[in-house]
């Protein structure tokens, strides 16, 4: 792994603008396990569940049946965890943008791994 990172640098993760966190974790959910053709393809099925089209937030999310989500090629256990962030986030335990960015790195992965 050494001499990949030598080769290409160190690897920088950026949530994109348009993205809010729950988005991006979502995302981040879908991708596990899965080759890169398929992640696209199930995601793309999960964003056109939503009625702004592309945005998924935490309580649109929730709005949409599980059958549906199911329907769209996601797992049991993959439902069961982004309905988890889901809840967590419109409870306000998962923050935003803006209380993310006051938090260090091992906070963050702290709040997201407890």
């Known amino acids: 792994m050494a001499d990949v990172i030598e080769r290409c640098g160190f690897l920088s993760l950026e949530i994109k603008k ?13 991708c596990q396990q ?14 056109e569940l939503y009625p702004a089209k592309n945005r998924i937030t935490a309580k649109n999310f929730l709005r949409v049946s599980e059958e ?15 309905t988890d962030l889901a809840e967590k986030t ?10 993310l960015n006051k938090m260090d790195d091992q906070e963050v992965v702290d709040l997201l791994t407890d």
């Open 18 to 30: 348009h993205q809010n966190p729950f988005a991006a974790l979502t995302r981040s959910i879908v």
């Open 34 to 47: 899965l080759s890169g053709r398929a992640t696209g393809t199930i995601h793309q099925r999960i964003l």
């Open 68 to 82: 549906q989500v199911r329907a769209a090629g996601i797992s049991a256990n993959k439902f069961r965890a982004i």
């Open 90 to 99: 419109v409870d306000g335990f998962i923050p935003g943008y803006s209380g």
